[in-house]
């Protein structure tokens, strides 16, 4: 290979390779959507069930605990995206019993908030909550079976 030409291949590790020999060679990097990370509080819930409760709008049976939200300590209603952090609050309903905080990022394009960090609020003290794997200690985001053991 000489010094001006840069060559590419199809192959992984042949692509890896070209740009360590090629510094000229570079990949373009794919755009971050925005966020902002915020701080709230409140209890998570379910949308359906407890927008009929606050103004008795009644949405079908089978929408009452599809959308999980947060209902703030003003009475507001954000919902919440689920993935793996915030299907724990569907799956323990321990957690939806607890007045929470919530540490979450707020997508510019999207009404969800995605859950980062999760803490349990008892008077002036907080509590992380996680989960965790008694045989091999690694956290969990959701109550299950550890995916190591």
Known sequence: M???EC???RSATSFALGLLLCPSLTLAAEPQPEFQLETLR???VFLGEALQKQTGIASVPEAHQRTLALETT???FIPLL???RGRAFRSDERLRKMDVELLV???KAAPMRQILRVFEVKGEDRYEI???CDVCSIVMYELKDCECC
């Open 2 to 4: 000489q010094n001006s």
């Open 7 to 9: 060559r590419t291949s």
């Open 42 to 44: 409140g209890k998570v």
């Open 74 to 76: 003003a009475g507001e």
């Open 82 to 84: 689920e993935d793996p």
């Open 105 to 107: 990022r707020h997508y």
């Open 130 to 132: 996680d989960y965790w």
